[in-house]
């Protein structure tokens, strides 16, 4: 442990030689980083087994654990410091930061995503409206090094593909020039979810408590506080009624759907209150229900493969792209037919307890759905897919065509590989 040591004094005599320039520390931390190679001499055992051992901890910069599972300062300097973060979940949150500084891969591997976001409103310091768009997707694996830009320079995700994955963090403590650090919800919603105002809080809780109570007038209450919120706080109120619909299993067993209905109410209301500005909503909470419904799917499966799979889907949006990445993981296959071979298995996977009868949540999924996928991969059209089928199954129904193209489409596991 005695190197992580030796790494922070060593960018503490080349910073302070800089004069503190944090323009130049994003790239002076990556190359420290580099040179050090410490994924390949520490591993992340020992950074666990040294925390319970130490006496004396360096200053921890984040006791409660808000960022890593946990997050563990392992050298504490004068104007920056060194961390480890734990992962045991991967998460597809897409942010900036308000720091500088680098990261390597520890341990494990990640899907990593750069994006840019072009404004198009500012709706207040703390909430704009623009356009999210992927610049780069790429696997990060271990001793990869990643600079970190402070600011919408460096907007991007890491979905941790490996339980635990680890990363050291080389960072400095805040650049208030670029703050607030904001969160973005693909495809239009930048917003500072560290933003809080006591009223706007306390009424969001009060909220919550009529929805458990669900008295006669609730719905009511809820749209009239909707109708004197402004924008971000209607993001605010949705997002918790979304969370306390979802939450309530009961009622969606014995009422499927009903919780659906309620809150698209609630997203007309704000549509009503906030017009185009509030339209950015649908297609939010829309993909926020795709991803819940793929991290589902994803939890149903355990094979290494599927699960890459299904992170893949879960944060990349295209096949070109998708191909692109399973041709970096496995160099020695055919893009296509790994994805094929990966939906058959999910296919054959059986879950119990669950409506649909398979991990893809797609019923009867046979012959005529793999025909129609591997043709839809391979960019074909409906009717030149037609074609084949009708070539290849003579006297066969069209119409066996028409319902698989209908099936695949209108499911969400596939949304990601046909966009």
């Known amino acids: 442990m005695q190197l992580f040591h030796q790494l922070g004094v060593e960018i503490e005599q080349i910073w302070r030689e ?3 320039n944090e323009e130049l520390f994003p790239a002076l931390a990556a190359d420290a980083l580099k040179r050090a190679d410490l994924p390949f ?24 654990g808000r960022f890593g599972d946990p997050p563990i300062t392992i050298y504490s300097g004068l104007r920056f410091h060194i961390d480890v973060y734990f992962w045991f979940q991967g998460t597809t949150a897409t942010h900036q930061h308000g720091f500088c500084g680098a990261f390597q891969v520890l341990h494990g591997s990640s899907i990593h995503s750069w994006y840019e976001f072009e404004r198009r409103v500012a709706v207040n310091l703390f909430c704009e409206i623009g356009d999210i768009s992927l610049k780069v997707c790429e696997i990060l694996e271990k001793g990869d090094v990643q600079e970190i830009q402070s600011g919408r320079r460096y907007i991007h995700s ?14 400095t403590d805040k650049s208030p020039l670029e703050l607030p650090q904001f969160s973005y919800h693909k495809p239009s919603l930048a917003i500072d979810p560290f933003f809080e105002q006591d009223e ?59 919780a659906g209905l309620r809150f698209e109410k609630f997203l007309d209301v704000a549509v009503q209150q906030h017009g185009s500005n509030g339209e950015i909503f649908r297609p939010v909470f829309a993909r926020m229900d795709m991803l819940d419904e793929i991290l589902t799917r994803r939890s149903y499966v355990t094979d290494p493969e599927h699960r890459f799979f299904m992170a893949l889907l879960l944060n990349v949006d295209g096949r070109e792209r998708i191909f692109s990445l399973v041709k970096h993981r496995f160099p020695d296959n055919d893009p296509i037919e790994k ?11 059986r879950v119990i307890g669950i409506d649909s009868s398979n991990a893809l949540g797609i019923a009867d999924f046979g012959e005529p759905e793999m025909f129609v996928l591997e043709h839809l991969l391979k960019g074909k059209s409906d009717e030149e897919i037609g074609q084949a089928f009708a070539a290849e199954n003579p006297g066969q129904d069209r119409q066996v065509v028409a319902n698989a193209l209908s099936k695949i489409r209108g499911s969400v596991i596939f949304r990601p590989l046909l966009t």
């Open 200 to 258: 706007a809080t306390k009424k969001v809780q009060a909220m919550s408590a009529i929805v458990h109570m669900n008295p006669e007038n609730a719905d009511d209450l809820i749209a009239d506080f909707m109708k004197v919120s402004d924008l971000q706080t209607t993001f605010m109120i949705l997002s918790q009624l979304r969370g306390l619909f979802r939450s309530h299993q009961l009622n969606q067993m014995f009422r499927p759907g009903e």
């Open 41 to 64: 001499k520490v591993t992340a055992w020992d950074v666990l087994e040294w925390t319970l051992k130490e006496t004396e901890l360096p200053r921890q910069r984040d006791v409660a």
């Open 18 to 20: 800089q004069n503190y």
């Open 339 to 349: 994805v094929l071979d990966w939906v058959f298995d999910l296919a054959q996977t």
């Open 158 to 171: 890491l979905f941790h593909l490996d339980q635990p994955s680890a990363t050291i963090v080389v960072r």
